[in-house]
C-alpha cells in the first residue's frame, strides 16, 4: 500500500489519537539525579558553570534529597569533592569522606531513596587522573584496587548502589570480589561501560576540579569514533558482573545506546552529561530555543534510543513538569 490509501497523518490529527498512539513515555521513574557533597557544614555553594546545581555538605544534602524524593525521583548519583587531594585519591576511601558522611545521612532519613555513588579517583587526585600513576602512566591494576576500597567504603556508609566511572580494565570484577568478600553482595554495580573521551565533560570538571593537571584521558576513556569497543567494553561488564550498564554522555552516543540496549539484557543508563545539559541551558536563557520544550524531547529520545534510566541534571525540573 501507499499514498493515497495511506496517510500516516490519520494518527497525528488530534492530541487524544498522539496519546493513544504515543511509544515512548519519560516516567519520573526513570530519573537520576547527581548531587555534588563538600566538606564542611551549613554549606550550600552554587556552581558556577552548571546552572541550578550546587555543592552541600553532607548536613545540607539531606534537605536536597528531601526534596528529591519528594518529587518522586527514585534516585540520586552523588559526587564528593575531599578536604586534600594527593597523588594515591586517598580521601576517596575515607569513611569519613563527605560522600560517605552524606550516605549515611541520607540514608538515616530517607532509606528508600535510592543513594548511587560515583567511584573514580579524579575527584581525589592532586594529578587529576582517573587512576594512580606509575611511570607517567596510568596503572590499572592497582588502580583497580584502591576503586574496590573506595566502592567497599560507600557501600559500608549504606550505598545502594556503586557506579566505577574510570574506565580501568577489570575493576567491575575486583569491585564485584570485594563487595562480596565483604558481605555487600546486595550492593548493585552500575558500570559506565562505554564512557568516552569527550569535551562535553568541562562543565562538571570545573565544579570538582577534576581535568587532568597533564595530559587527557584518551588512554583509558573510548574514543568517540569507536562503536564495536563500546560493545566489547558492555560485554566485559556483563561478564565481570555489573548490574547495570551506562553509555556516557549521552546525545552524540544515542547509537551506542540503542546498540547496546539490542544487544544486552541488562538496563542501561544514559547519562546526560554537564555540557549536554549547560548547552540546551545557556540557549534557553540566550532566549534562543524553549528550554522546558528541548529538555522534555531530548529525555524522550534518549528512552526511544534504549535507555531504561537517565541521569540527567534536568531531574528535578523534568520530574516538576512530569507531576502535573
Ligand atoms: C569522573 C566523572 C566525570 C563525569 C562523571 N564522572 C568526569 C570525567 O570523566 O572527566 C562527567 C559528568 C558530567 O560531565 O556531567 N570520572
Ligand atoms: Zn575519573
Known amino acids: ?33 547527581p548531587l555534588f557533597t563538600c566538606p564542611g557544614t551549613k554549606v550550600k555553594k552554587p556552581i558556577g ?27 540520586v548519583l552523588l559526587f564528593g569533592i575531599p578536604e586534600k587531594k594527593d597523588s594515591q ?26 543513594v548511587a555513588t560515583d567511584v573514580c579517583l579524579c575527584a581525589y587526585t592532586d594529578h587529576g587522573h582517573c587512576g594512580v600513576i606509575k611511570n607517567g602512566k596510568v596503572d590499572n591494576d592497582p588502580t583497580c584496587e584502591l576503586l574496590a576500597k573506595m566502592a567497599l567504603a560507600h557501600a559500608k556508609a549504606g ?20 563487595l562480596d568478600d565483604n558481605k555487600f553482595a546486595d550492593t548493585a554495580i552500575m558500570a559506565y561501560s562505554a564512557k568516552y573521551a569527550s569535551a562535553y565533560y568541562g562543565p562538571f570538571r570545573d565544579a570538582l576540579c577534576s581535568a587532568p593537571a597533564e595530559g587527557n584521558r584518551k588512554s583509558y576513556q573510548m574514543n568517540p569514533a ?10 566485559l561488564d556483563v561478564a565481570e558482573g555489573a548490574d547495570i550498564l551506562m553509555v556516557k ?57 534504549g535507555a531504561d534510566i537517565l541521569i540527567t541534571y534536568f531531574a528535578k525540573e523534568a520530574a516538576k513538569l512530569l507531576k502535573k
Open 159 to 178: 550505598a545502594d548502589i556503586v557506579a566505577p566511572s574510570d574506565m580501568m580494565d577489570g575493576r567491575v570484577a575486583v569491585i564485584r570480589k570485594m
Open 49 to 75: 558553570s552548571m546552572t541550578g546545581c550546587f555543592h552541600f555538605s553532607p548536613d545540607m544534602i539531606v534537605e536536597e534529597a528531601k526534596e528529591v524524593a519528594a518529587l518522586g525521583i527514585p534516585a
Open 1 to 33: 500500500m501507499a499514498f493515497p490509501a495511506d496517510r500516516p497523518r490519520r494518527l497525528r490529527a488530534t492530541q487524544t489519537m498522539r496519546r493513544l498512539v504515543r511509544q515512548t513515555q519519560v516516567s519520573i521513574d526513570d530519573l537520576m539525579y
Open 249 to 305: 554522555p549521552a546525545l552524540a552516543y544515542m547509537d551506542i545506546i540503542y546498540r547496546g540496549k539490542q544487544r544486552f539484557d541488562l538496563p542501561m543508563a544514559a547519562y546526560n552529561v554537564s555540557g549536554e545539559y549547560m548547552m540546551l541551558k545557556a540557549a534557553a536563557e540566550a532566549g534562543l530555543i524553549d528550554g522546558p520544550a528541548t529538555m522534555m524531547e531530548t529525555l524522550t529520545s534518549l528512552k526511544r534510543a
Open 89 to 114: 585519591g586517598s580521601q576517596a576511601y575515607n569513611s569519613d569522606s563527605p560522600v560517605c558522611e552524606s550516605i549515611r545521612q541520607i540514608k538515616k532519613v530517607l532509606p528508600d531513596l535510592i
Open 226 to 235: 569507536n562503536s564495536d569497543e563500546a560493545m566489547r567494553e558492555m560485554q
